[in-house]
């Protein structure tokens, strides 16, 4: 992806949108703007509201790197996901992760797994991969290391 992104309003604002549509706050929701920059300020990066607004739209396109540290931190990612595709793919990772610890659901199957033999887990864990590739993803996803 070039400076300029897909869309034309610049590869940060299209980063920074990606968390703002995939990174659930505690509740298991998505992040506001507001809720973003007063994150950021309690963390020691101060931030407006209106300027994430304008970084987000790719109105504003230079944030310095404390401001990128600070909207870095307010996600609970890691800045490297702005600066660098290893460091992105890295961080969706940790996306992925907060948004299964964020889903009941899952926590619920995953208590309802305890205590059944083994055989019924292997049972589960194979219907699991049938769905994933009914649903077009990938039968048996491999958590990465670092």
């Known amino acids: 992806m070039d400076d300029n992104g897909a869309n ?24 506001t703007g507001s809720a973003i920059a007063r ?4 963390l020691g990066f101060k931030l407006g509201e209106s300027y994430l607004s304008q970084l987000r739209s ?31 793919e890295r961080s969706r990772n940790e996306i992925d992760m907060m948004r299964l610890q964020a889903d009941r659901t899952i926590h ?4 309802k797994l305890a205590g059944l033999s083994e055989s019924s887990v292997h049972i589960v864990h194979e219907l699991i991969k049938v769905l994933r590739v009914q649903q077009g993803l990938v039968p048996d996803p491999k958590p990465e290391s670092d």
Request: charged share 35%; aromatic share 12%; proline share 5%.
């Open 58 to 88: 790719g109105k504003a396109r230079t944030p310095s790197f404390r401001t990128v540290e600070g909207i870095a931190a307010a996600f609970g990612v890691d800045v490297r996901f702005f600066l660098e595709d290893g460091g992105r």
């Open 39 to 42: 994150r950021s300020t309690e």
């Open 8 to 31: 034309g309003r610049g590869v940060f604002a299209e980063r920074l949108d990606e968390l703002f549509r995939n990174v659930p706050d505690p509740q298991g929701r998505r992040y």
């Open 108 to 111: 619920d199957v995953a208590y």
